[in-house]
């Protein structure tokens, strides 16, 4: 016992003239908007700080030279 839905006919959709326009804002009308895009970038620049701060997982002598083929297994500043 399977139940389809029933098509439904189109609904008629005319375009109101005047209904929908754009309105100039003042500065006082987009300052939640310019609080939201700063608030945003804070969050973000936070998060990349911490990022940016977070101890590595290998020292530095261990990560310097892992991936090179050289076989001196020193850093690229081996002389």
Known sequence: MSRTPRARPP?????LEGYVYRR????????????AGLAAGLAVFYVA????????????????????????????RAA
């Open 11 to 15: 609904r008629p959709t005319e375009r």
């Open 24 to 35: 100039p804002l003042s500065l006082t009308d987009s300052l939640p908007a310019v609080g």
């Open 49 to 76: 700080r911490l990022f940016l701060q977070r101890t590595p997982l290998l020292p530095e002598e261990r990560r310097l030279g892992k991936h090179h083929t050289s076989g001196s297994g020193r850093g690229p």
